[in-house]
């Protein structure tokens, strides 16, 4: 799956049918996620808000808008991306600068990510993340055999990345910036950079992590937490001990959907970052083993796009929304069980947010009218 040449493996000739068993996948995690949403979020939203179905109507709302764009982008010509590769990422950096534009940027939480367009709230960053593997798509396969030269081909993408991971930082939100550099190492790898190059930028890049962690106080409390949550279990500790409680109570078959109690103000975020601990409470183990399983056939169908994909763009433009998903679901799952310090990443098609849905499910969309060429 690590294609080496810009030129079509085979004709693309007339579209076939798209993978509808990825769809059908994608279907089942937002369905699963609407169902989440209004579970975590109805007590929190009638205290907050008056109206206990307030985030259920409005991810009902983005579920609708993010299938309609689905159903358009997978009908529409996977190689038109290629055209608009430049225009797609340059735009994202601009929506990206808008954010820490004082009365064009949003703060919330002490954070500048999202911006206003009339009555809705759009995160550039999410917007980004599939503008940035279609930019990285189209340079990879322009000139393959550059790939294999660091100065000329593993030096110039990675600068773009860092501006994109620059004002990411800026705003501040470390985990969308981690997931964007993650996301971006490996698509180098798949589009057959050299594995030492690559080790030699995660080997530069380990102290400017190490710095960021550590030279602001709220991202050093959490990593001091993440190894020993105990420590101060009602200050940078309680998010995961919340966590975990929840995941525990659950157990093997849950405590019912409904019935769960962290998400009664005990949870932060229970509807976003932390809903996949609500789905351990109320599902417990057979719950949670099956969204992972979800995950896993969503990762395999992605792949398997990748792998029999008709010409190295679509290859790696399919592998790397597939990575750009699965790494999002590592991050999330891993912060939930306190396998990872605690950061700000939602679960793909399943945590309350416009922006993250739309993006995944047009992702998706892609995906599936690349598979509408493949010949599998």
Request: charged share 10%; with cysteine; aromatic share 10%.
């Amino acid at each position: 799956m690590r294609p080496q040449s810009a030129a079509p493996r085979t004709q693309p000739g007339s579209p076939r049918v798209p993978d509808m068993l990825l769809l059908a996948i994608t279907l089942v995690l937002v369905g699963l996620g609407i169902l989440m949403v209004f579970s975590s979020s109805s007590y929190t939203a009638e205290v907050r808000m008056g109206d206990s179905l307030y985030y259920l109507k409005r991810q009902g709302v983005w579920a609708m808008v993010g299938l309609f764009t689905l159903l358009v982008l997978q009908r529409l010509d996977y190689r038109i991306y290629r055209r608009y590769a430049r225009g797609c990422i340059f735009l994202a950096l601009i929506l990206l600068v808008f954010t820490l534009v004082p009365g064009i940027g949003v703060a919330a939480r002490g954070s500048q990510r999202a911006i206003m367009m009339g009555p809705i709230f759009v995160s550039p960053a999410e917007l980004i993340k599939l503008c940035l593997v279609i930019y990285l798509s189209h340079t990879f396969c322009r000139v393959p055999e550059k790939i294999k030269r660091f100065w000329i081909g593993v030096v110039p993408p990675l600068i773009v990345v860092g501006v994109v991971v620059g004002l990411i930082l800026l705003q501040p939100d470390l985990g969308t910036a981690s997931t964007i550099a993650g996301t971006a190492l490996i698509l180098l790898y798949i589009a057959g950079a050299r594995f030492f190059h690559l080790l030699l930028v995660v080997l530069a890049g380990a102290p400017v992590a190490a710095h960021l962690i550590m030279s602001e106080e709220y991202r050093r409390a959490r990593f001091l937490a993440f190894l020993d949550p105990w420590a101060d279990p009602m200050g940078s500790g309680f998010h995961i001990i919340q966590s975990l409680y929840a995941l525990g109570s659950g157990r093997i078959l849950g405590m019912g959907l409904g019935a769960g109690h962290q998400k009664f103000l005990y949870l932060p975020e229970q509807h976003t970052d932390f809903i996949f601990s609500v789905l351990g409470e109320e599902m417990g183990l057979v719950g949670c083993l099956f969204v992972l399983l979800l995950f896993a056939a969503l990762a395999w169908r992605g792949f398997r796009i990748a792998a029999c994909a008709p010409d190295s763009f679509a290859s790696l433009l399919a592998a790397g929304i597939t990575v750009m998903i699965l790494f999002q679901v590592v991050i999330n799952i891993g912060v939930v069980t306190s396998v990872l310090p605690v950061t700000g990443i939602p679960l793909p098609f399943i945590s309350y947010g416009g922006s993250s849905l739309v993006v995944a499910m047009a992702s998706i969309g892609i995906l599936m009218n690349i598979s509408r060429h493949c010949r599998m």
